[in-house]
């Protein structure tokens, strides 16, 4: 049973380090709300995407999180760009 928990198990990294989890609280704009903008949150280690290896880094004017199907093949299964202007927070757990 331990063996396929860690099969299951998600590698989350910041800049290519290890790490516990990584959540990202960000603004995206809503032009039908008031305030014109919604507080979004990314949290690695809920995200739904089936993947073994998650990894996030603030690369110039962006915050980039990369999804690997395996990473040692650099096999990507999607990439996202968060702008870094809309990001509010980045919480980094370290392991």
């Keep these: 049973?331990?063996?396929?928990e860690q099969k299951n198990k998600k590698i989350v990294k910041f800049h290519g380090s290890?790490?516990?989890?990584?959540v990202i609280r960000y603004a995206t704009r809503v032009h039908n709300m008031p305030s014109g903008f919604l507080?979004?949150?990314?949290?690695?280690?809920?995200?739904?995407?089936?993947?073994?290896?998650?990894?996030s880094?603030?690369?110039?004017?962006?915050?980039?999180?990369?999804?690997?199907?395996?990473?040692?093949?650099?096999?990507?299964?999607?990439?996202e760009l968060i702008p870094s202007h809309a990001v509010e927070h980045i919480w980094v757990n370290d392991v």
């Design 1 to 4: 049973m331990k063996v396929m």
């Design 18 to 22: 290890v790490v516990e989890n990584i």
């Design 39 to 55: 507080i979004e949150e990314f949290d690695a280690l809920k995200d739904p995407q089936l993947c073994q290896t998650i990894n």
């Design 57 to 79: 880094q603030v690369v110039a004017d962006f915050v980039t999180i990369t999804f690997y199907k395996d990473e040692q093949e650099n096999s990507i299964i999607r990439r």
